[in-house]
């Protein structure tokens, strides 16, 4: 439980922190909340060669309305998250989901955009991202880039960024149906989730994102696809784990976890 030796830097604005980054290369990695790079670094999982601490840069923490999205700062606390008045308003699953991460001391601390990043496959965040469409904003050597949620993450903890480059927002469109739904399920109080679901209703159909059901948070598109095509919610949730790879490991058995997405996505369309 004691980490590898590193250096420190406190970044004073985003262009401190990129230029941190291209100066150390693979070497730097960025330090948000820290509640998933501290403890992999405790059991050196993770050995950063430099942290470079944003944790302090106010101008990435915000929620304000541009035009029909709703425009969110990497560094926004779940806790902002959970309680923003424009979150509940425009995008209210990303308040449910934010609502369910850990306990309170934790969501005092961690970053939607630390969350992301760390590409976690069980990250109750990443479902109500994906389930909204949002569009991941990455700033680095080239510029400003949009990264739709679909195609940030890569696999097991990895993600669309490339070298240099750090996330700096999340827009999500406002939902113009407020009917959502989030569930997950864990072994204990404030474990990551086993299986996790977010559903939005919108114009037209459901969108459904699982998580815990493969290397990547994905999108359940037989799921959405029956939705359109007028099957009954019942029956569209028994097809909630097709196309997905759910892991096989202490947590739960792959079978387990394809039983446990086809319950929790029905109580998710029941709840719609």
């Known amino acids: 439980m004691i980490p590898a030796g590193f250096s420190y830097v406190r970044a004073g604005s985003v262009q401190e922190a990129l230029d941190e980054l291209s100066r150390h290369g693979g070497a730097a990695r960025l330090l948000a909340g820290g509640h998933s790079l501290l403890p992999a ?5 993770a050995e950063p060669g430099v942290l470079i601490d944003i944790g302090r840069l106010g101008e990435l923490a915000y929620v304000r309305a541009d035009g029909d999205r709703i425009a969110v700062g990497a560094l926004t606390r779940h806790r902002t998250l959970e309680r923003d008045p424009l979150v509940a308003e425009h995008v209210p699953l990303l308040a449910a989901a934010a609502a369910r991460i850990g306990d309170q001391q934790v969501r005092n601390r961690g970053t939607i955009g630390g969350s992301l990043a760390n590409a976690d496959p069980a ?32 696999g097991r903890c990895r993600s669309a960024l490339a070298a240099g480059e750090m996330l700096t927002e999340i827009r999500l469109p406002a939902a113009t149906d407020r009917s959502y739904a989030f569930e997950k399920f864990s072994r204990r ?23 815990g059901m493969g290397p990547t948070p994905v999108r359940a598109t037989a799921v959405e696809e029956a939705l359109a095509a007028g099957v009954p919610a019942a029956e ?16 739960a058995s792959a079978s387990y976890r394809a039983h446990l997405a086809e319950v929790l996505v029905g109580r998710a369309l029941a709840a719609l």
């Open 236 to 251: 569209a949730a028994r097809l909630a784990a097709r196309g997905c790879e759910p892991p096989d490991n202490a947590a």
């Open 123 to 154: 990250a109750d965040l990443a479902a109500a991202v994906l389930a909204l469409d949002g569009v991941l904003v990455a700033r680095g050597p080239a510029g400003e880039r949009e990264i739709p949620a679909r195609k940030f993450f890569t």
């Open 41 to 45: 670094m405790k059991l050196r999982r």
């Open 189 to 211: 109080a404030l474990d990551w989730a086993v299986v996790g679901v977010a559903a939005q209703a919108r114009p037209g159909g459901v969108a459904v994102a699982l998580i």
